[in-house]
């Protein structure tokens, strides 16, 4: 490649990409310089303000038509914008949370990595939206999974934080290795690591046999994948991890991490196996013939997600539960894959994100008050605060999916999807409702504690830390903004990704 | 003139006291009260309003909103109308008596929480977010929205049992949520599939294509909705098997909240099954007539034979919600004019009925600490004048010819005799069970024995007279000149039986 070719590519539509990565390394160069005694937070308000600019920077791209550069590895498309803008709120709340959190025994000594090692798993997630190559995609899940795996442990003087970031990266790696060894078929198949040109040569293909080997690989990856999504059975890592870190980690690894996991099974699995035929070209891609599958899973996932939350006494576990189990609910859209499919799971996501992070943020806070993280720790907080307690019933509420939240008009949607189509998927869907009414259970236990139980100590909150004030703010109000206006969302899709109808080409 | 801001103004009216609320220090106990009972008045007066504007035969029609609001998917190219769910609000015969109910008992329960003890503040917020709720289910137009308005009220509710009741509230807290819960999640399915069949969930639009030969929905999913209907709102009715939750939320509620849940909860049941189920499949409505017809006996007697037995009270009156039930699924089983009218009727006359006994039953329990039928015997000594009301009440519910019940009963019946004259017959018994177990109960209480001396116990006094008037006057009222409730409803029957085919 020569400099010419270099400096022809449009590298303007890496600008959100190049603001993360410049600041993340500003980050690292001044936690260097800076004298040990200084207060490290400044470097997380450096951090939220550079997602600012780059979420600046992106709308300022959000008419462009779509592009690719670096021979079709990185191309930026409607679905690239829409689940970066995700990504990057997702990343800005927490990084609200993590200047907000205290930890027992002081991150003094290592502060400056608990900041930009959230921007360099966000590069991770932003550069997997964008990829249209095997090879970028997996570069950008490493980037993630390790940036992660250090966050889990960084409370390195913690037995519980030890353990958790132990076991991510064990079960990360295993999982990060049968994912490639599934794509090595793909490219052992197609002779290339393009996702375009190997759907190209996928249309053509006319072996049956090929089609065996393809349904291996396509196993293998979603297998693979499963991990990150934490999809039954291969979430047995997530409770612990989520116990273990920090809870701005855990928030990170709950929305960011969750979401980035959904962007590259959407990736992978729509490009290539959505459109590789079975036998013979103009046959059923292998994806539909494998719905079954992804059936049981996106089962199995609600059922022992919102199941087994029942029993947690924790609350940062029962929450791994309740997170395991909306991914279910998402993998159910994928099940079906309506053909609004992009939206469906877009607007879930989003909501989620909104739901989820503000839970986190009254977590961190009763966290921080109590000292431990029991259920029971939420009993009296109507007295206590009536504010906070109000504010999480609202986030309950939408997490639970009543009418009114965004949570709500996000399961509609999958519902929608779910019923229409020739095949409406009953059972699946009659699944995901049972189970949503077993999640009234654990979100309305904690409900109990909040508004009905006397508190074992009647001390007040008092200053509440800014960063956790806005992080609540904006989400209890997106949380009812999007459940009442949801037009809002669509409205927003609508005008500025065309259906996500690039996705493909 | 434009008439249709009054409906948005009516069901959100109560959203006012709720900020208001919400600014005031939340130890004012008194003025927090009076507060939450003016809230509940601009709803009432709102709605007397439409009364009147159908008396001065006008169209109700002229109070119809409808604005754009959410659209689903967003597919392009679909015709315009689909996927769309509007904010729609209306009323009609029927809908506008229910909503009269609604806001004449939201009132008198605001009047009625003078009994309650502690955190007025939260209380009446809920309170009023509860009747915001109620007011909507019975004016949505279309099924989404309904399903908001239902399940707003099922959040306010959860709280109130569970905060104010008595000793076990967090358990009937729990299984209230849990069985309304499973209720509505059956309901949400039937809406999606319906919604995703059709591209609309506006229910007029819904009936026209149900009803349609033409379109292409297959007998055996409508029959396969409908049924998935009955037990969506055969839990909240509720039917027989149904029934375990109600029982609870009336022992352990306080009596504020059992007044609105037995007068207009219980009655959402029944509401969705006449518009929804009658409404949208009419010919699989008929073929479930008789096993309608049964399980509206069964619940009649189930529920009289229990409530004889019963030495509390609460549970007696629960019994009695239960039974009485039954007689709505029988007159709508009968499936002919007067059935469908007498159930209506029930509905109505049960709503009035049942605020009035509980409300006594507050008042009893605010001075004795006792709902037991054996503490309470001869309490016409120390309360003559609300052992007096009490009677009424029993009799009202016994079905006194002069007074509401007996004219739902009647009408009720009478349409089923005319359809299934066996399955009637055997309902009759449990009329007569009905007057054995309230006049035992009734009649213990005023005359019995008395186990304790109620000298120096208060009779009603100052406003507590205020609901227990209103509420006798009006199931007089329906009693002596029914028509105050059939000639609203003459518009409503004549479209359900031309429905039917009949």
């Known amino acids: 490649m020569s400099l010419e070719e270099l400096t022809s590519y449009n590298w303007g539509i890496m600008t959100p990409e190049f603001i993360i990565v410049g600041v993340a390394a500003l980050i690292t160069i001044l936690d260097l310089f800076m004298p040990k005694k200084q207060d490290r937070r400044i470097l997380g308000w450096i951090g939220i303000a550079a997602i600012f600019a780059a979420m600046v920077s992106l709308a300022g791209m959000l008419g462009a038509a779509p592009d690719s550069i670096l021979e079709d590895t990185f191309r930026l498309d409607s679905f690239g914008k829409a689940f970066k803008f995700l990504l990057l709120a997702g990343a800005a709340l927490v990084l609200f949370l993590a200047v907000s959190y205290k930890a027992d025994e002081g991150l003094e000594e290592y502060r400056g990595e608990f900041y930009y090692l959230f921007l360099t798993g966000l590069l991770g997630g932003m550069i997997m939206t964008s990829s249209g190559d095997l090879i970028t995609l997996f570069i950008g899940l490493e980037l993630l999974s390790i940036s992660s795996y250090i966050l889990a442990g960084i409370r390195k003087n913690n037995l519980q934080s030890n353990e958790s970031a132990m076991k991510y990266v064990i079960n990360g790696s295993i999982a990060t290795a049968i994912t490639l060894f599934g794509m090595s078929y793909v490219y052992g198949l197609t002779g290339s690591t393009n996702l375009l040109a190997i759907a190209r040569t996928l249309q053509a293909l006319a072996d049956a046999q090929h089609a065996y080997l393809?349904?291996?690989?396509?196993?293998?990856?979603?297998?693979?994948?499963?991990?990150?999504?934490?999809?039954?059975?291969?979430?047995?890592?997530?409770?612990?991890?989520?116990?273990?870190?920090?809870?701005?980690?855990?928030?990170?690894?709950?929305?960011?991490?969750?979401?980035?996991?959904?962007?590259?099974?959407?990736?992978?699995?729509?490009?290539?196996?959505?459109?590789?035929?079975?036998?013979?070209?103009?046959?059923?891609?292998?994806?539909?013939?494998?719905?079954?599958?992804?059936?049981?899973?996106?089962?199995?996932?609600?059922?022992?997600?919102?199941?087994?939350?029942?029993?947690?006494?924790?609350?940062?576990?029962?929450?791994?539960?309740?997170?395991?189990?909306?991914?279910?609910?998402?993998?159910?859209?994928f099940t079906t894959l309506s053909s609004n499919f992009f939206y469906t799971v877009w607007f879930y996501l989003l909501a989620y994100l909104f739901m989820n992070l503000g839970a986190f943020a009254i977590i961190q806070l009763v966290e921080a008050k109590t000292g431990s993280t029991k259920i029971s720790d939420f009993a009296g907080l109507y007295r206590r605060s009536p504010v906070l307690a109000v504010a999480m019933g609202i986030l309950l509420v939408a997490l639970a999916g009543f009418?009114?939240?965004?949570?709500?008009?996000?399961?509609?949607?999958?519902?929608?999807?779910?019923f229409m189509g020739q095949e409406p998927h009953y059972v699946l869907a009659s699944i995901m409702i049972a189970t949503t009414v077993v999640s009234y259970f654990y979100y309305f236990g904690i409900m109990t504690q909040m508004f009905f139980r006397p508190a074992a100590d009647d001390s007040k909150f008092t200053k509440i830390p800014v960063g956790i004030v806005v992080v609540l703010i904006v989400t209890v109000a997106a949380s009812i903004l999007f459940g009442v206006f949801p037009d809002i969302a669509i409205d927003f899709v609508n005008e500025n990704f065309n259906h996500f109808s690039d996705f493909l080409q | 003139m434009d008439l249709s801001f009054v409906l948005s103004i009516l069901v959100f009216s109560p959203l006012l006291g709720i900020i208001v609320l919400a600014f005031m220090p939340k130890t004012e106990e008194k003025s927090i009260k009076i507060v939450g009972f003016l809230a509940t008045l601009p709803a009432l007066i709102a709605s007397v309003g439409l009364y009147l504007h159908y008396l001065w035969g006008k169209d109700l029609s002229d109070f119809d909103v409808a604005k754009e609001w959410i659209t689903f998917g967003g597919l392009q190219g679909t015709e315009a109308g689909y996927w769309a769910v509007n904010y729609e609000l209306g009323v009609s015969g029927l809908t506008m008596l229910l909503v009269v109910l609604t806001a004449v008992v939201a009132t008198l329960a605001a009047i009625a929480s003078i009994y309650i003890k502690k955190e007025w503040k939260g209380y009446f917020m809920l309170f009023l977010l509860l009747e915001i709720g109620m007011l909507g289910v019975f004016t949505a137009e279309n099924l989404i929205l309904f399903f908001l308005f239902f399940e707003i009220t099922l959040i306010p509710t959860f709280f109130l049992i569970g905060k104010w009741g008595y000793f076990e509230k967090e358990k009937a807290a729990y299984s209230f949520l849990i069985y309304n819960g499973l209720g509505s999640a059956v309901l949400l399915i039937v809406i999606m599939i319906l919604f995703a069949k059709t591209g609309t969930t506006n229910i007029e639009m819904l009936t026209g294509i149900m009803n349609d030969p033409n379109v292409p929905i297959s007998g055996d999913l409508k029959l396969g909705l409908l049924i998935a209907l009955l037990v969506a709102f055969g839990v909240?009715?509720?039917?027989?098997?149904?029934?375990?939750?109600?029982?609870?939320?009336?022992?352990?509620?306080?009596?504020?909240?059992?007044?609105?849940?037995?007068?207009?909860?219980?009655?959402?049941?029944?509401?969705?099954?006449?518009?929804?189920?009658?409404?949208?499949?009419?010919?699989?409505?008929?073929?479930?007539?008789?096993?309608?017809?049964?399980?509206?006996?069964?619940?009649?007697?189930?529920?009289?034979?229990?409530?004889?037995?019963?030495?509390?009270?609460?549970?007696?009156?629960?019994?009695?919600?239960?039974?009485?039930?039954?007689?709505?699924?029988?007159?709508?089983a009968a499936m002919n004019e007067a059935g469908v009218q007498g159930a209506i009727f029930q509905v109505v006359s049960h709503g009035l009925i049942s605020a009035l006994l509980f409300f006594l039953v507050g008042a009893f329990y605010e001075r004795t600490d006792t709902s037991l039928l054996e503490n309470l015997g001869g309490m016409a000594k120390g309360m003559p004048i609300a052992s007096?009301?009490?009677?009424?009440?029993?009799?009202?519910?016994?079905g006194l010819p002069g007074m509401s019940g007996f004219v739902s009963e009647f009408m009720a019946f009478l349409g089923l005799f005319e359809e299934m004259p066996w399955i009637a017959a055997v309902g009759c018994i449990g009329i007569i069970m009905t007057a054995v177990y309230l006049l035992r109960a009734v009649l213990g209480i005023t005359y019995g024995q008395a186990h304790r001396d109620f000298t120096g116990v208060l009779d009603l006094k100052g406003v507590e007279f205020v609901p227990v008037l209103v509420l006798v006057a009006l199931i007089v009222l329906i009693g002596v000149v029914p028509s105050v409730l059939s000639s609203p409803l003459q518009a409503t029957l004549e479209t359900i039986m031309l429905g039917l085919g009949g």
């Open chain 2, 388 to 398: 007096g009301f009490l009677l009424a009440g029993g009799l009202a519910s016994l």
């Open chain 1, 214 to 333: 393809l349904g291996l690989a396509f196993i293998m990856i979603f297998v693979g994948l499963g991990f990150k999504l934490a999809a039954a059975p291969f979430h047995m890592w997530a409770p612990d991890v989520y116990q273990g870190a920090p809870t701005p980690v855990t928030a990170f690894l709950s929305v960011v991490s969750k979401t980035a996991g959904f962007v590259i099974v959407a990736r992978i699995m729509i490009s290539i196996f959505g459109v590789a035929a079975t036998e013979g070209p103009g046959s059923i891609p292998i994806l539909y013939n494998m719905q079954d599958y992804i059936a049981v899973i996106a089962a199995a996932t609600m059922i022992i997600g919102n199941v087994v939350a029942l029993r947690q006494s924790n609350i940062k576990r029962m929450f791994a539960y309740s997170s395991i189990a909306h991914a279910g609910y998402i993998l159910v859209a």
């Open chain 1, 403 to 418: 009418p009114g939240t965004a949570g709500f008009i996000g399961k509609l949607n999958i519902f929608i999807g779910a």
């Open chain 2, 236 to 332: 909240k009715l509720p039917i027989f098997p149904l029934h375990n939750w109600m029982l609870r939320v009336h022992v352990q509620a306080p009596p504020s909240i059992v007044m609105i849940h037995s007068g207009i909860l219980l009655k959402i049941g029944a509401y969705g099954l006449i518009r929804f189920g009658m409404g949208i499949f009419p010919e699989q409505f008929e073929t479930l007539a008789v096993l309608l017809a049964i399980l509206g006996v069964v619940n009649l007697l189930y529920g009289a034979f229990l409530a004889f037995i019963q030495t509390d009270f609460k549970m007696v009156l629960a019994y009695s919600s239960i039974s009485h039930m039954g007689i709505v699924l029988i007159g709508l």
